[in-house]
């Protein structure tokens, strides 16, 4: 902590002492975060195994994992690689292509039992001649298209076939099958609709697979905007949410989530009122991410979490323009804020580390260590 808080300081080990932007976490909220995920699938039978994409530090995953969690999700090698340190159980929810990427696949601890989503044979097949000349086993995943169209079979004769595949290949095993519910970004309780298409489509699939004498062990889906339905998705074993561990300004607007259950907020500084009507913060696209709230048509990149009806409206690099417009809010330069923003887990990828506060006081700070490729 010493080493990143601004030089004078007048009160040691307050927010008042960070040099902003700076990311900050509030601890309880993280914590009462993870635990309502935990009892979610707790309650529902479900094993939880979070995306770690979203906070990317070990130390995190292992409140994750303390908590009840079978394993964790990656969508890197850098990841994977960090996450070992602290998880035994990972699943590579991203298809590996390339030689670089199988060696370090490869080379992941020995006791770690590595899955790997898969959704065609050019990504299986030097899998398996990979782990094969590593002497390894890796489990598979066959991912599906249930409505993403991002990435995962389009058929269940494709996942049939990806599947006989991989239960023939001597160094991998099938485990079973994945999708992703991204596409559904509606509000929670408009989400029938949606949650029942997934559903059914889901279940053409598991049917063939059980025809073909390969029913799956896994079937793993979920994200945060569609956690709470997880349970009606008939078959499902297991869920991903990773935003969940800290939520943002999507996951609240969706109702998935309090705007009070918010953790993670950017602190920034106001360096300008000139412009009548806005106020100029010092986070800009470089510390919260443009990134445009998906699925809705409200604007901005971010709102304050003290205050949610001040968005903010245009992003520079640098600059954060809040609109005063609907506020009577007339903030003085120098005065500090907290913004939510849009999406959490591509303003984390920007920070070299996140404070963690109970209430202003800084208890803790963590390394974002799986940025990058290490
Ligand atoms: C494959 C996969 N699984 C799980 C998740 C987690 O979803 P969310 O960020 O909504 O929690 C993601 C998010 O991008 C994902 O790509």
């Known amino acids: 902590v010493e080493a990143v808080l601004a ?4 009160e040691p080990g307050t927010l008042a002492d960070l040099i902003t932007p700076a990311a900050v976490v509030d601890l309880d909220v993280m914590h009462a975060n993870l635990d309502r995920m935990q009892a979610y699938a707790s309650d529902h039978g479900l094993s939880l195994r979070p995306h770690t994409k979203t906070h990317k530090s070990s130390r995190i995953a292992e409140e994750q994992l303390s908590r009840g969690a079978v394993g964790v999700t990656v969508a890197t090698l850098r990841e ?10 990972i699943l590579l929810a991203y298809p590996p292509v390339g030689a670089h990427k199988l060696a370090r696949l490869l080379a992941l601890p020995a006791g770690v039992r590595i899955t790997v989503a898969a959704d065609s044979l050019e990504v299986l097949r030097p899998l398996a001649d990979a782990a094969k000349n590593a002497e390894k086993t890796v489990g598979v995943l066959v991912e599906l ?4 169209r991002r990435v995962g079979v389009a058929s269940p004769q494709t996942a049939v076939t990806l599947a006989r595949f991989v239960a023939d290949a001597p160094a991998l095993e099938y485990r079973g099958v994945m999708f992703y519910p991204g596409h559904i970004r509606e509000r929670v309780d408009e ?11 889901l279940q053409r699939t598991l049917d063939a697979l059980t025809d073909a004498g390969l029913p799956p062990g896994i079937v793993s889906g979920g994200s945060t905007p569609a956690a709470n339905a997880s349970h009606r998705v008939h078959g499902m074993t297991e869920m991903r949410p990773g935003t969940y561990i800290f939520n943002d300004r999507t996951t609240a607007v969706v109702g998935a989530c309090a705007w ?3 953790a993670y907020t950017i602190l920034a500084t106001v360096v300008s009122t000139a412009v009548p009507g806005q106020a100029v913060v010092d986070a800009g696209a470089k510390a919260l991410a443009r990134e445009e709230l998906k699925g809705t048509d409200a604007p901005g990149f971010g709102a304050l979490l003290d205050r949610p009806e001040v968005i903010v409206r245009a992003l520079s690099e640098e600059h954060g ?23 959490v887990c591509v303003s984390v990828n920007l920070q070299p580390h996140v404070f963690g506060a109970r209430g202003d006081r800084i208890v803790e700070v963590w390394e974002v260590e799986a940025r990058g490729w290490g």
């Open 80 to 89: 994977a690689e960090v996450m070992s340190r602290v998880a035994t159980d």
């Open 191 to 201: 989400q029938g609709p949606a949650v029942t298409r997934l559903d059914d489509e």
């Open 260 to 262: 009070e259950e918010c």
């Open 7 to 10: 030089p004078t300081r007048a």
């Open 145 to 148: 298209d249930v409505g993403m």
């Open 321 to 343: 323009i809040l609109d005063l417009l609907g506020s009577d809010w007339r903030p003085e330069v120098g005065e500090r804020v907290r913004v939510v923003p849009n999406h």
